[in-house]
């Protein structure tokens, strides 16, 4: 693996994954918590929505997506917030538009010829430099925010009903967050694709929770897992020639069935030793 890194595309790769990881370490958590999964994987879809239109339009990839990916968060947020009995609905239809309409402007673009596997499941090794920047910026938008908002985020993940009477912005932050979200996404997508965001925003903050006392603590052990499971996956997809988005997850879900294992033998453990 260190021999590759003296290969650009390499090193833009291993920036990227750390890049993500951070990223997916500090939303992913408050998606766990919030526990706003299926939401995450609508805004994540209906982003395809923005590939079409940047290959459509001649739009920067970047712009086009982050465009689209927003459009989709706050009708999203909007919906689950006053109608909240159908927004599973709602975001199903927002989640196969947003697909139908990335195809749709795909079909009808000028000289197309992208590679629709690179966006559905990854292409980390094709990050170009400018690219890099762009998520080294959106990443330090990311922890600034949180950071600033941090006992708000708090307050509105663990009882939304007591941080609304304590006079904490709840609806502002719900926009907020879901803002973020959409952004993550599109930053995430060149790692892994949009197929399987969902499991590296979701999998380390699920395994770490489990293990820590507190949000920030969650945060921070759920990027680290990240970042190893997405060190692990590139050095695995670069030995044997795998893909590397789908390898990334690969590692992720061993370490997830892996911590269920583990706490159920453990569980049992205890058990045996209390009888």
């Not at 994954?17 to 500090?26: D, E, Q």
């Not at 692990?232 to 893909?243: C, D, P, R």
């Not at 370490?255 to 009888?275: G, P, Q, T, W």
Request: aromatic fraction near 14%; proline fraction near 2%.
């Amino acid at each position: 693996m260190l021999e590759a890194l003296q290969f650009e595309f390499m090193r833009n790769a291993l920036l990227a994954g750390l890049l993500a990881s951070v990223t997916c370490g500090v939303i992913g958590t408050l998606v766990v918590v919030n526990r706003i999964v299926f939401i995450s994987g609508g805004i994540a879809h209906a982003a395809y929505g923005g590939i079409g239109a940047a290959f459509f339009f001649g739009l920067p990839y970047m712009i086009g997506t982050t465009g689209f990916a927003l459009l989709a968060a706050v009708i999203m947020a909007a919906v689950t917030l006053k109608a909240r009995h159908r927004s599973d609905t709602v975001i199903g239809v927002l989640w196969a538009v947003g697909m139908a309409t990335g195809v749709i402007f795909l079909d009808m673009a000028p000289g197309y010829n992208v590679d629709l596997m690179s966006y559905l499941f990854g292409s980390i090794l094709t990050v170009p430099g400018s690219d890099i920047w762009l998520m080294f910026g959106l990443s330090i938008a990311i922890i600034l925010i949180t950071g600033y908002f941090y006992n708000d985020f708090l307050g509105m993940s663990y009882d939304e009903e007591f941080a609304q009477i304590r006079g904490v912005p709840v609806k502002f932050l719900y926009f907020l967050l879901l803002g973020m979200i959409a952004v993550s996404v599109v930053m995430i997508i060149r790692v892994v694709g949009l197929i399987l965001v969902i499991a590296l925003l979701t999998i380390p903050p699920y395994i770490a929770e489990k293990y820590v006392k507190s949000l920030l603590e969650m945060m921070l052990f759920s990027g680290v897992l990240s970042a190893l499971f997405t060190l692990t996956g590139l050095w695995l997809s670069y030995s044997f020639n795998l893909t590397s988005g789908a390898t990334i997850i690969m590692v992720g879900a061993a370490a997830f069935f892996f911590s269920i294992l583990f706490d159920h033998l453990k569980s049992r453990f205890s058990a045996d030793r209390n009888e």
